[in-house]
């Protein structure tokens, strides 16, 4: 995989004159990898108007040290053969002073090796998968990591719900996989008992085998991680088949869509996320009411996170001085930034540590459930 990414890095450099192409002088570029078409284009929607947001917002009151930012944005479908070579073309012909993925782990693993590889500055929106961070020290992540989302999840049930018999239902990829063993690791330091954990696949829109398997183990709870598009179905199923157990879910289901696809049976899912619909905080608040403006729809965790990305990168410009990726990347490093998503800084792997906010579906919209704010638990690795 690295030798494939040196090779378009190399290639895409001496394809624009072997140089590294210098961003525009009256305007900053930033980079947005995203996926507009494909089975995450509704997410990828959502991170956009976001991040757009972000500009906007930042444009209005004077730009950056004088000038204004431009997004640069590209489609990448969500897939690593699409998100690696437009890094590189961003980088190298479009000179991107940061990078920001607002997509999924697999094509943003994929980027984070190339802009680490040319020390430009890069930020994860809200993949999850560990070996994001790990690609150099120009990469960051401003959501959480999955086995850190998944503690969370271990504590809501077994701790604040008081659920001890859990099954569990996974997504078969990386989103799904580090949510489960984040959860393993802490269930039974709440008293879980996991009796059962079922996988499918993201192409599964038919969950009748996996129900029948739950009714048979009776749990206290079911713990069933997934997309909009996945577990709208997911839940209306276990719903329809006289199911009533709690339902926790994480930041996939975090999106109008899955209420609209699960309908009624959406009421009463819990989610472990990262946005607030009812906080009070200024920053929240703004964000939450300039997206539906632009949007025309309610605000998402992806929308509200890159937003967050494009506002740390703004508040590093600043501080900064200037586009120089090194001292853009030291200045990241040291971000103390209030934004929708909560306090954003970054230890030495470039991972965020913030309280995971609980959201439950009330007549037909997100609310405020609760709010994890556990140090130790929600620690995520330095290293």
């Known amino acids: 995989m690295k030798k494939y990414l040196k090779t378009i890095m190399l290639s895409g450099i001496l394809a624009f004159g072997g140089t590294v192409v210098p961003a525009v002088a009256d305007n900053i570029k930033i980079g947005f990898n995203v996926p507009l078409t494909g089975f995450a284009a509704a997410d990828g929607q959502s991170a956009l108007h976001g991040a757009e947001l972000a500009v906007k917002q930042v444009n209005g009151s004077g730009g950056v040290n004088g000038k204004m930012l431009e997004l640069v944005v590209y489609d990448d479908q969500a897939s690593p053969k699409e998100s690696a070579p437009l890094a590189v073309k961003m980088i190298t012909k ?34 999850i998968h560990p070996d994001i961070t790990r690609a150099g020290d120009y990469v960051f992540r401003t959501s959480f990591m999955g086995e850190v989302q998944g503690r969370a999840g271990a504590k809501l049930i077994g701790e604040m719900l008081g659920k001890k018999r859990v099954v569990m239902v996974t997504l078969n990829n990386d989103f799904g996989k580090s949510l489960a063993a984040g959860f393993k690791e802490q269930a039974k330091n709440f008293g879980v008992s996991v009796l059962a954990e079922y996988d499918y696949s993201i192409k599964d829109r038919e969950f009748g085998p996996i129900i029948s398997k739950i009714k048979a183990d009776k749990p206290d709870a079911i713990y069933a991680s997934g997309y909009f598009f996945t577990a709208g179905p997911m839940v209306s199923q ?83 001085g200037s586009n ?54 929600l620690a995520p690795p330095s290293k």
């Open 238 to 320: 276990i719903r329809a088949a006289g199911l009533s157990q709690p339902i926790i879910g994480q930041e996939g289901y975090d999106s109008q869509k899955f209420i609209e696809i699960a309908g009624k049976a959406s009421e009463g899912v819990m989610i472990t996320t990262s946005l607030d619909r009812d906080s009070s905080s200024p920053e929240t608040k703004d964000f939450i009411s300039g997206f539906a403006k632009k949007a025309g729809y309610p605000a998402d965790m992806v929308a509200a996170s890159g937003h967050t990305a494009l506002l740390v990168v703004a508040d590093a410009l600043k501080r900064a």
């Open 94 to 127: 479009d000179g991107v002073v940061a990078g920001i993925s607002g997509s999924y782990s697999g094509a943003t693993r994929a980027a984070a090796t190339i802009f680490a590889e040319a020390k430009v500055p890069y930020i994860s929106a809200y993949a």
């Open 324 to 377: 120089d990726a090194a001292a853009l990347r030291d200045a990241i490093s040291k971000t103390s930034l209030s934004a929708s998503t909560g306090k954003i800084s970054f230890n030495a792997l470039g991972e965020v540590q913030k309280d995971v906010q609980v959201q439950v579906v009330k007549g037909g919209n997100w609310h405020h459930h609760s709010v994890i704010s556990d140090a130790v638990l």
